[in-house]
């Protein structure tokens, strides 16, 4: 894979951690409309993996198809969105990007992937509640953009601090500069900074006493 050899090549500490842990891929995202997307990382801020699940399976269970309309969503209230699981400022956000849907304002799946990186952070920020970290996902895990770095991201700020041995976490801007030499392959760095902070969160194997 030419974005490993790359890391390996311009940052042999990180190379080290790449042999520890093997090959990372990104899994195949499903075929869907952006604002489906932002709408599930939307679900999915400031939470963990399975409650996060639930509270996206409980939200697309308010449609019939299993898929969210956003003309539908936007005429629910803000009751009904939230017997799904979702904080009052998360149905606000949900509403904005339908809203915006509606109105043309949100690309489409065909029209964004002939935006460039900076146009879609744009046209995106300018969205309630979609902040740098909801567009850096939809940017990997939607869009497979090769390039992005997620800094504001808590684990892969962690992932850092570890990898270099930081006493402090890195500022969003101290990351930004530091894994410019990981250009144009830093969304593949990213994978392997959140598989690093894993690292420093499990807890410590007991050493057995012999007898």
């Known amino acids: ?27 195949t995202p499903q075929a869907r409309e952006p604002y489906v997307a932002l709408l599930e990382i939307i679900a999915h801020q400031q939470l963990a993996g399975a409650a996060a699940r639930a509270i996206w399976t409980r939200v697309i269970g308010l449609f019939e ?22 904080s009052r400022s998360k149905a606000l956000a949900m509403r904005e990007i339908c809203t ?16 460039s990186d900076i146009e879609i952070y744009e046209r995106l920020l300018e969205v309630r509640g979609v902040g740098t970290w909801t567009v850096d996902m939809l940017m990997m895990f939607t869009l497979c953009r090769p390039d992005i770095m997620p800094v504001t ?3 892969v700020r962690k992932g850092f601090q570890v990898l270099y041995r930081k006493r402090a976490l890195p500022t ?7 894994t410019e030499k990981w250009r144009p392959h830093r969304s593949v760095a990213a994978l392997y ?3 690093i902070a894993e690292t420093a969160t499990r807890p410590k194997k007991k050493k057995s006493l012999s007898k």
Not at 65 to 85: N, W
Not at 100 to 115: C, H, K, T
Not at 172 to 178: F, G, R, V
């Open 193 to 195: 900074l959140w598989r």
């Open 1 to 27: 894979m030419h974005a490993i050899q790359h890391l390996r090549n311009c940052d042999p500490r990180l190379g080290e951690w790449i042999d520890r842990i093997g090959v990372l891929q990104f899994p």
């Open 172 to 178: 969003p801007k101290q990351l930004l500069k530091l």
């Open 153 to 155: 991201d808590y684990g």
């Open 100 to 115: 915006r849907v509606n109105a043309g304002a949100i690309p489409s799946a065909a029209l964004i992937g002939q935006m």
């Open 65 to 86: 198809d299993g898929v969210p309309c956003p003309k539908r969503l936007v005429q629910m209230t803000d009751e009904h969105l939230r017997t799904a699981g979702l």
